[in-house]
């Protein structure tokens, strides 16, 4: 028999219902182009500025009023981040690209869970709290301008897996995704190098967030 949406260990999609769920919107072109805007702000920043940026990534102390460290707040893709922490029991809660023309969230139909919290990226489906490590791979390459003994991809990977191993230690699942986007953001290539999409959602050519901007945080370099 063939399993169309496996996932060892976790999930198991013996009657192939899952592939009926719809996948959240396609944000590859608006997630590409946010990512050269991140990288043309950082460019055009001055050096005291850059060194400070790369410093709040890896910064363990606490930010005032949160248990959190300061490098658990410094970089986001909003929309992506927001997409992504959505719990599976409530996948319209915050989905993060309401006001982008067409674009849908995935929805939660078919066998255990469905296709809530994910995104289409380059042609396939994923979490979108995986595909938001691109941008967690490209600012670890842009600090590894200035810094190269600090930041490398070594270096970022590692920090991957203590973020979802150790600081949120029911994430276990989610450490090969988030590692594959990372490495793919680091090195820009394509993801599918380096990770199959475990999800088989349904795509919509049609569910896609348009070529703009998306509102991004790099704590001392934009808010």
């Not at 996932?7 to 899952?18: H, I, S, T």
């Not at 410094?74 to 996948?91: E, K, R, V, Y």
Request: proline share 5%; net charge negative.
């Amino acid at each position: 028999m063939a399993f169309l949406a496996n996932r060892p260990v976790f999930n198991v999609d013996a009657l192939g219902l899952k592939c009926f769920s719809k996948c959240g919107a396609d944000v590859t072109d608006a997630v590409l182009y946010t990512l050269d805007v991140i990288e043309q702000t950082w460019s055009d920043a001055p050096g005291w500025q850059k060194f400070s940026a790369c410093s709040a990534l890896y910064n363990l102390t606490t930010r005032p009023g949160s248990d959190l460290p300061i490098a658990a707040g410094a970089w986001a893709i909003i929309p992506l981040a927001n997409t992504g922490s959505c719990p599976d029991d409530q996948p319209l809660c915050i989905w993060g690209f309401r006001g982008y023309g067409y674009a849908l969230g995935g929805d939660s139909s078919g066998i255990l869970g469905g296709c809530s919290g994910t995104v289409g990226f380059s042609g396939a489906c994923y979490q979108a709290r995986d595909v938001h490590y691109l941008m967690w791979g490209r600012v670890n390459r842009l600090c590894n301008r200035i810094r190269p003994l600090e930041f490398n991809l070594t270096t970022a990977l590692y920090a991957v897996r203590v973020w979802k191993t150790v600081f949120h230690e029911d994430e276990h699942e989610y450490v090969a995704g988030a590692v594959a986007f990372t490495e793919a953001g680091y090195v820009g290539m394509q993801v599918n190098n380096f990770i199959q999409s475990e999800w088989q959602c349904e795509m919509d050519s049609n569910n896609r967030v348009p070529k703009v901007p998306l509102p991004w945080i790099w704590e001392g370099l934009h808010k």
